[in-house]
Structures are given as C-alpha cells and as structure tokens.
C-alpha cells in the first residue's frame, strides 16, 4: 500500500503533467517556420530541466501535515497575496509581476487542496486557511507585510487578522472580496440565496469542468455582457487553474466562502484598508459585499470600479495595479 507522501507525489506529478501536456499542446499549434522553428528547436528537453539549474519549488508543510506551494518573488517590504476560488496563486501575477518590479518583495500561496498544494480530505474551511497564512508569515518571519485577498481570498484576510492579529500587517486590501457575509439568512436579509449555492455544489458534482467553462466564459470576466472583448486565454487559464484543484476542496469551500461569517474579524482591523469592487460584479455583489465591508472596518477606503465585473484583477488590471501602488505608498 502506498504512503501519503507517494500518493501525493505521484498526484503532484499528475498534476505537472497535466500543465506539461497543455503546453505542449499548444506548442505545436505554433507556426513551424521562421523564428518559432528556431526557439523550438534550441529549447531544451524537459527532462534536462533539472540539470540546467531549475530552482526548486517552495513549500511547507502545514501543523496538521498539508503541503503548502508558495511563490516569493523580488526584494523589499514583503506584499501578501491571497487567491479566490477555484484558483490559485498564478491568478495574482498580473500584480506580482507589476509591484515586485516596483522594488517589492511579493510572495503568494496555493491555498490547501488548490493548484499545487496538497488536497487534505478534511480542513478546507476558513479557519484552516486563516492558520495556514499564518504559518506562511511567521515560516516566512514577514514584517510590515501588505495583505491582499481577492473573493474568497479577503475571507482567508480577513480571518487571518480576526484569528492572529496585525503584529506583522501593516496594510490590508480587499479585492472582490467575500466579506462580511454572502448568503441570505435573517440576520443577513439582503444576502444570496442558499439556493444559489446549492446550485453551485449541484453543478460541481455534476460535471465540474463545465461548471468551471461556463463560470469563465460568462460572468467571471463580464463576458457575458453586450459588447464584451472576450479573451479565450483568460478562460482557459481560469478553467485549467480550477480544474488543477482539488474536487473535495472546492467543494467543501463554497461552504467556506459563502457562509462563513467576517463581521467581527473586519471590526478588529487596526491597519489602513484599501476595498475594490466592481459595480457589474455577478459573482460577489458589491452592496453586500464591498460597500458593506467598509461599512465595518473602520477607516477604510472604498474604491468602486464603475462597470467592473467580478475578475477584476484581469480585466482591470492597469487600473487596479495603479491603485494598489498608491495606496501602498501612502
């Protein structure tokens, strides 16, 4: 019988192997003339990599025996980000790319049983991935650290500071994000229906991968809109990233997301808060989301993207980096 850590090495292979083929595939979709001929015939093989100074990935293993993928790019005071659902850390880099070639230190996880990290059967709730951000800071021992959440990930924030504080944040920013509270419950009156999350889960037993199309391609981004400049890319970057995850997880963490309470985590933010939403966010409503979350923490400034859907890290990059900078260095 197989250890844990085979079956997770033979998974964490699987899973490179999944990415490896799509690349490949794409590849030879190429022009096979001219200067793409000749960058395909100087690359080398795959199976040098290792032997032409390939650095090794980071990880960590979590205090309940999860390994946690994280990325660290640049130098400088150290830039936080947290991902959304179903995805992972590479759906940051837009801004990874932009702040740490402003001379900032920008480091990002695969949040348990997404991208490549580990899938654990059990713990895919807030709390754990709270606890697991904090792991990271202190593994890390980060100081004066910005966090950044987007969707799912400023729920991971914004428990991370109810649970653990801001003894090493000096900044914190939402972004789409899921706080305070997205399903509609009595105390809650103008939430999402559970119904909508059922569906949602319904969906995912059915035929996940379609789910995850359809997410992509239609409201994620507003492509669903009149008018819309549909980008096939960023459709399938989002379905490969979701699909790379883990089935149990992302099941479990429409749970998470949608039905965890952050009221009181948000009114024990003590450090300056940037809060970005779209006004055309089909995912995450922006009254109940972002205009509500700055509502509670105190001191917080709302910026409200006029026409923005959901997946503003992509479709309003330029503008959103812009905003991030500044407020950085106020």
């Not at 899938?119 to 966090?147: I, R």
């Not at 969906?203 to 409201?219: E, F, T, V």
Request: hydrophobic share 40%.
């Amino acid at each position: 019988m197989k250890s844990e850590e085979n079956v997770q090495e033979v998974d964490q292979q699987r899973r490179h192997l999944l990415v490896g083929g799509a690349t490949a595939a794409a590849m030879f979709s190429l022009p096979t003339s001219g200067v793409f001929a000749q960058a395909l015939a100087a690359s080398k093989p795959v199976s040098t990599l290792h032997h032409i100074g390939v650095k090794k990935v980071s990880t960590f293993k979590t205090k309940d025996g999860v390994d946690i993928y994280y990325k660290d790019w640049g130098t400088g005071q150290p830039i936080v980000f947290c991902h959304g659902w179903p995805l992972n850390s590479d759906s940051w880099e837009s801004q990874m790319i932009f702040l740490a070639s402003q001379g900032y230190r920008c480091i990002a996880h695969d949040r348990r049983g997404h991208g490549r990290s580990s899938q654990p059967w059990s713990g895919n709730d807030m709390d754990h991935y709270a606890d697991d951000l904090a792991q990271l800071m202190d593994l890390l021992d980060l100081k004066n650290a910005v966090l950044f959440g987007f969707s799912t990930g400023g729920g991971e924030v914004a428990r991370y500071i109810g649970r653990h504080g801001t003894k090493r944040v000096a900044k914190a920013g939402l972004i789409s994000a899921v706080p305070p509270l997205m399903v509609k419950r009595d105390d809650n009156p103008d939430g999402v229906p559970i119904q909508a999350f059922d569906d949602l889960r319904a969906g995912s037993l059915a035929d996940r991968a379609q789910l995850y199309m359809n997410i992509a391609s239609g409201p994620f981004f507003g492509f669903n809109r009149p008018g819309a400049k549909v980008s096939q890319g960023l459709i399938y970057s989002w379905w490969a990233q979701g699909m790379q995850a883990g089935h149990k997880n992302t099941y479990d963490s429409i749970k998470a997301f949608s039905e965890t309470d952050f009221r009181e985590d948000l009114k024990k933010f003590t450090v300056p808060t940037l809060i970005v939403h779209g006004d055309d966010d089909q995912i995450v409503p922006v009254n109940i989301a972002g205009i509500a979350s700055a509502k509670l923490v105190k001191n917080a400034k709302l910026l409200v993207y006029k026409g923005a859907p959901h997946g503003l890290t992509d479709t309003h990059k330029d503008q959103l980096n812009k905003d991030m900078l500044d407020f950085i260095k106020s």
